[in-house]
């Protein structure tokens, strides 16, 4: 059964930290990853990771596919109250764009 | 990004009820998703398709029947609702690459 598993399911931390969110997958076909920011109610596309771009940076904000461990990470530096979200983690398995989301990690920014 | 937009935004109705939510966007783009969120779950998969004569099942699609009226159309209906489709729905576009644009979102509560 495939699977997408996010860790931690929430965390608190305060303004200037740096953010690490996991994301591991086990899909019988991979082509993508994506991760998404949640913060009132659609979710915003982020990134895109695939076999062929394992790193993309914007901003703060970061991450890196690591396609032998079946994971990718999302960085976020010197955070902001802005931060503040539900980030999602998803792996596009098909050519037909079927997405297999993680739960989310809740990431909560005090000032 | 794709404009989508989703109505009703809210809806309250009681079990056995037929209900219609409906998604229209802007950007010409083929491919649509219908999706549900419950908390810790992440998003599902309910039906996804490709164009209008290309109606597909996902994960969780018992319960749920979908219309692709025009290209610009995609509705979910709920034929006789129950409690536990209490859930968040979201409608999604895609373009040919891997990522989904997400449209408000639709909050259904069923008593």
């Known amino acids: 059964e495939d699977k997408v598993v996010q860790s931690p399911l929430s965390l608190v931390v305060h303004e200037g930290d740096t953010v690490t969110l996991n994301c591991s997958y086990e899909?019988?076909?991979?082509?993508?990853l994506l991760w998404y920011k949640q913060e009132k109610k659609a979710p915003t596309f982020l990134f895109m990771l695939?076999?062929?771009?394992i790193e993309k940076k914007s901003g703060r904000l970061s991450s890196i596919l690591d396609k032998k461990e079946l994971s990718s990470i999302l960085n976020i530096t010197a955070t902001q109250t802005g931060d503040s979200a539900i980030y999602l983690c998803?792996?596009?398995?098909?050519?037909?764009?079927?997405?297999?989301f993680g739960a989310g990690t809740q990431v909560v920014v005090t000032p | 990004d794709a404009d989508v937009t989703q109505t009703p935004r809210n809806r309250i109705t009681k079990t056995g009820k037929r209900i219609m939510l409906e998604c229209s966007q802007t950007?010409?783009?083929?491919?649509m998703y219908w999706y549900r969120q419950d908390p810790g779950l992440g998003l599902r998969l309910i039906y996804y398709?490709?164009?209008?004569?290309?109606?597909n099942k996902g994960e969780i699609s018992d319960g749920y029947s979908v219309s692709r009226q025009a290209q610009a159309k995609f509705s979910l209906s709920l034929e006789s609702a129950i409690p536990n489709q209490t859930a968040l729905y979201f409608c999604?576009?895609?373009?040919?690459?891997?990522?989904?644009?997400f449209g408000p979102g639709t909050r259904l509560t069923v008593l």
């Open positions: 999604a576009t895609r373009t040919q690459g891997d990522e989904q644009f």
């Open positions: 899909v019988t076909n991979f082509r993508s």
């Open positions: 695939t076999s062929s771009g």
């Open positions: 998803a792996v596009c398995k098909d050519s037909w764009g079927k997405l297999q």
């Open positions: 950007k010409g783009h083929d491919r």
């Open positions: 398709s490709f164009d209008v004569k290309d109606i």
